[in-house]
């Protein structure tokens, strides 16, 4: 590690191989608002859930295989995720779960249930059945 000191300034530099490190320049406990590109693929809110569909889907689930469910309503293989979410800017992730037994179970798509992944119902209500397809509850 070498120090150098720039004869036109009062900043220390400090140079690691194949970086340069300016600490008095960055101070580390400051934080940077976030560039405009990555502000756009990770947004500080996430986007709402939208409705899918306003009926389950019934899907058989094989004991120990992982799943990814569809948070974000936007995903073309209902109920699962195809990454509909990171292309769409919408800052929210699947929900990963694990089959405990092999066995048929209804997966929500109306993304407004109270037990994810699993339907509770809630698609039944007022709220659900008025709400367009697409559109956020």
């Known amino acids: 590690m070498a120090f150098r000191r720039p004869a036109s300034s009062s900043v220390s530099v400090f140079l690691f191989p194949n970086k340069v490190c300016l600490p008095a ?3 580390l ?3 940077r608002d976030i ?3 990555l502000a756009r693929w990770f947004p500080k809110t996430p986007a709402k859930a939208v409705v899918a569909q306003k009926t ?3 899907v058989e689930l094989v004991s120990g295989k992982t ?3 569809c948070v974000c309503g936007r995903s073309k293989k209902q109920p699962f995720c195809d990454g509909s979410h990171f292309f769409q800017h919408t800052g ?3 929900l990963k779960f694990k089959a405990q037994e092999t066995r048929t179970v209804a997966l929500c798509t109306c993304k407004a249930t109270q037990r994810p992944p699993y339907c509770d119902g809630t698609h039944r209500s007022e709220r659900v059945q008025k709400a367009d397809v697409g ?3």
């Open 25 to 27: 320049l960055q101070k």
């Open 92 to 94: 929210l992730a699947p």
């Open 135 to 137: 559109t956020p509850l």
């Open 56 to 58: 389950p889907i019934k």
């Open 35 to 37: 560039t405009s590109w």
């Open 67 to 69: 799943y990814r469910w």
């Open 29 to 31: 406990s400051q934080r």
